[in-house]
């Protein structure tokens, strides 16, 4: 029989609540024996909840949720006590003294809940950012995969692969009959070359989900002295970059993490580029340049006030640049070699930071339309999704192959779906899905 798992499911205490759930064959018997009886399906009781000798513990509500209809797809519990470390000590203590009760694995309830079939690894996926999302947009794309729209486009286009099978099955089994009319194939590889080119609509969106769950790398780079762990501080609005005079300050990429607009934004500061001897310094230049040809943005960094020093401080970068005039406030009037598309700034004075801050957010949504939320999130999905679509262009274009192999192609496209949302053997990916988890979810 399997084990029956517990873990306290909310925050660290003390807390106002503490809400403790329990999952398995034993929560019947875990439930009569410590709130004296099996409360009715899905209402929270008030209980008091006592030791094997009868002492109370607490008083508490307690949730009776029956298997299959519940999250991990056993009989589930939830015992939600009073959030001060004895109470929960107390009655974690006491779970763990059942017979076949011990405490759950991060990610167990989740495990169980996708072993049973109440979840896909997508909805699994889906879950875990939706734990860890910090802005807005990371909490609805999580939300909706943790839902099962992820699912529901991969399920309805295995669905539609298979039926294309089902018909040249069907093809192959009848064709020696008279009055079969003409051939599916005019009806199959169109409707296949169709959905090829949603499956590679849906492809060309994984950057926007990758970009919405991992962040928008925006990297600050220029001249020692031209002021960007001044920019990263006043963006960040706190101190989490060492400004001084002394070029040369930063050494190491500083990272912060911003909400523009409610998408998640990464900011680096880097170590000023120049020619050094030093040995660490040049370390860190190289540290700079890896940061911007990494990053969807960077912002080359210009001190306004001394053009001249400018010189010869340009590297090259492949990423998306963007120059930025700074400090301003020590100009007297516009220098005429601020370009349009420049945006000028003052750390010190905090001007034309919103702006700068627009300009990031436009640069964002361009990646990422509103609308673009049923996306791929994963280099998985990705993986798996190209191989899908190689499998369909082989079905589809080789014309001159037999069509019990053209048919093969089509099996491992459904295949290569099937991996991305579990229904096929995954036992390999599980481990790594799961880690992912914190205890008690
Ligand atoms: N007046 C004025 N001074 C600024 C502004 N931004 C930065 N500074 C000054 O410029 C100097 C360099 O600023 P930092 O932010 O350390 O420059 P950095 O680009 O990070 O320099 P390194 O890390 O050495 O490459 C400091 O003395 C800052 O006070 C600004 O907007 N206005
Ligand atoms: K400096
Ligand atoms: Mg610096």
């Known amino acids: 029989m399997r084990d029956t798992i517990f873990a306290l499911s909310s925050g660290a205490p003390p807390a106002g609540v503490a809400v403790i759930r329990i999952s398995g064959p034993g929560v019947r018997f875990g439930l009569e024996t410590i709130s004296g009886s099996i409360p009715p399906p899905r209402q929270a009781v008030l209980a008091r909840l006592r030791d094997e000798q009868g002492m109370e513990l607490d008083q508490g509500l307690v949730l009776f949720f029956p298997g299959p209809r519940s999250f991990t797809g056993e009989d589930v519990a939830e015992f939600h006590i009073h959030g001060g470390r004895a109470s929960v000590s107390a009655v974690i203590d006491l779970l763990s003294r059942l017979p076949g009760y011990r405490l759950a694995e991060p990610g167990e309830y989740t495990r169980r809940a996708f072993e049973n079939g109440r979840m896909d690894l ?122 001084s005079d002394q070029p040369g300050t930063t050494r190491d990429i500083v990272e912060v993490r911003l909400d523009v607009g409610g998408h998640l934004v990464l900011l680096q500061d880097t170590a000023g580029l120049r020619s050094s001897d030093d040995g660490i310094e040049q370390e860190g230049i190289r540290r700079s340049l890896a940061a911007a040809n990494s990053a969807d943005l960077v912002l080359e960094l210009r001190d ?21 005039w700074t400090k301003s406030d020590l100009l007297e009037e516009q220098p005429a070699t601020i370009e349009k598309t420049d945006v000028l700034v003052s750390s010190l004075a905090g001007s034309g930071l919103d702006q700068l801050i627009a300009l990031i957010g436009r640069r964002l949504s361009a990646i990422h339309p509103a609308n673009g939320d049923n996306v791929p999130t994963r280099t998985r999905h990705v993986q798996y999704l190209r191989k899908c679509e190689e499998e369909l262009s082989a079905a589809i274009s080789s014309e001159t192959l037999p069509i019990e192999l053209r048919s093969e192609h089509l099996r491992s496209a459904a295949h290569a779906l099937g991996k991305i949302t579990g229904n096929v053997d995954v036992e390999d990916l599980l481990g790594v899905i799961f880690s992912e988890f914190c205890v008690g979810k």
Do not use: C
């Open 122 to 243: 997508t909805a699994v996926e889906g879950l875990s950012d939706l734990i860890r999302a910090e802005t807005e947009a990371q909490r609805r794309q999580a939300l909706g995969q943790a839902d099962g729209r992820l699912r529901d486009i991969y399920d309805s286009w295995a669905k539609r692969i298979t039926h294309a099978r089902a018909m040249i099955e069907a093809e192959l089994d009848f064709s020696d009959e008279e009055d079969i009319p003409g051939s599916v194939a005019a009806r199959i590889w169109p409707s296949m070359e169709q959905l090829r080119t949603e499956l590679t609509d849906h492809l060309l969106q994984a950057r926007s989900g990758e970009v919405v769950r991992d962040g928008f790398r925006v990297a600050l780079i220029g001249a020692p002295n031209a002021g960007k762990s001044s920019l990263m501080n006043a963006l960040a609005q706190r101190d989490v970059a060492i400004v």
């Open 304 to 324: 306004s006030s001394s053009l001249i020093e400018q010189q010869g401080a340009n590297p090259v970068i492949d990423s998306p640049t963007v120059v930025v």
